[in-house]
């Protein structure tokens, strides 16, 4: 299964039909480009270890026509399996800076910084990879220097959204841009391959820029105190909270490895804009309690966390007291919903104040993704001949190929990983083409994972 040069293929080996580990194949003139390279962590009552990915060997099987791996974003289910699969793809890795820095430090765990050949790609630059024309586009996301893709071959124009919002504050880095998805439009694309997520949403993603007040109130209202959860890669939601801890006097620190580590890649590649500083953990301690802010990893319930050990009450800087205030500037992510109820009941024990996003009127968090008036405003901008919704389950593809049927787009291709997406010179797709499946990481070793397919 070769393509051949007038042929554009798309095939998806993870993230299409399910929500993390994406994997992306596009194929031309005999050669493949992978997008994204991506882990999932299996829920409680799912088999297999906790961290999975998708099984590449369709593509490691050919690894010789791979012409390099793109990452667009550094959430864990674009870049999470990189370092665990690399071995098996040997091709070059091509991102932005700071995606760069946070796979550097990937790498260097397991041992490979000296051999993968990284190549940092600047924001809105084009380069040819192999057959492959490559646009890199700036889009708003929930963490730094987030790019979409234009995929150009002769034959077709493929958009790669990527994971997007349309974000006309989003505090750090460039604000969404109309004209450059107006001009795409006018230039003409073959198939727009799409952020599902929040399908099924309506009306438009919040922007990152409006929950300053939100936090602020909740923060200056606070008698003793406060410990803010959020994802340590929302690096604008660290600008905002450095900002709310410096305008209500109190002095901020980060709790939990993610976040410092993620905080120290965005200061070395240079998207850490505010000069801002976070004091040391260890000197939470000394300060009276309204002067503290802290900002910890753990959102989810996750065992070890910072959020974790505060409420076990084990951590080494910080103990809770009943007047102080615990904020969850985060969701719940499904799956994780029994965990982060262990949690909230453990934290209710300890008599702090918990306030989480869903209670309140005003925004103190925004997802990342497009919610269906985002999506059509985009569509009707790129107005590509075919829309391929991606990054979802069933039902949020169906939505938004439901989306884009509705706004003109002529014709939708729904389908799932390991189906081959033809785009030229026919389009169709041939379905379960490729060998496709998951990866489990058990201790330091990649096994296969049995999916129960049929039963829940
Ligand atoms: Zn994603
Ligand atoms: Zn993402």
Known sequence: MTPGEGDVWFLPL??????????????????WLMVDCGITFAGEHEPGPHIQMPDPRFIASRRAELSA???????????????HLWRQLRCPVYTTAFAAEILRRKLAEAGLLSRVPLHIVAPGTRHQLDVFDVDWVSITHSTPQTQALVIRTPPATIFHTADWKIDSQPVVGEAFHPPRFHALGQEGVTAMVC????AMEEGHSVSEGELYQGLFDLVNQAPARVVVACFGSNVARLHTLSRVAEDTGRYAALLGRSLQNFHSAAVAASVWESGRRFINPADLGYLPPQ??????????????????????????????????????????????????????????????????AEELNIPIHASGHPGADDLEQLYQWVRPEVAIPVHGEAAHMR?????????GVPRQMVGTNGDLFMLAPQRGIRRQAAANGRLGLDKNNLVQVHLNLGST
């Open 14 to 31: 993870g993230g299409t039909g399910e929500i993390g580990m994406n994997l992306n194949l596009y194929g031309h003139n005999g050669r």
């Open 291 to 356: 002067e503290v802010l802290a900002i910890a990893t753990g959102s989810q319930g996750e065992p070890r966390a910072a959020l974790d050990r505060l409420a076990s009450d084990t951590h080494p800087h910080l103990n809770l007291r009943p007047d102080d205030t615990v904020i969850f500037s985060s969701r719940v992510i499904p799956g994780n919903e029994h965990a982060v109820q262990r949690l909230t009941r453990r934290l209710q024990r300890l008599g702090v104040k918990l306030i989480s």
């Open 195 to 198: 952020d599902s997520t929040n």
């Open 399 to 407: 939505a938004n190929a439901k989306i884009a049927q509705r706004v």
């Open 69 to 83: 791996l793109i990452i667009t974003h550094a959430h864990e289910d674009h870049i999470g399996a990189v370092a």
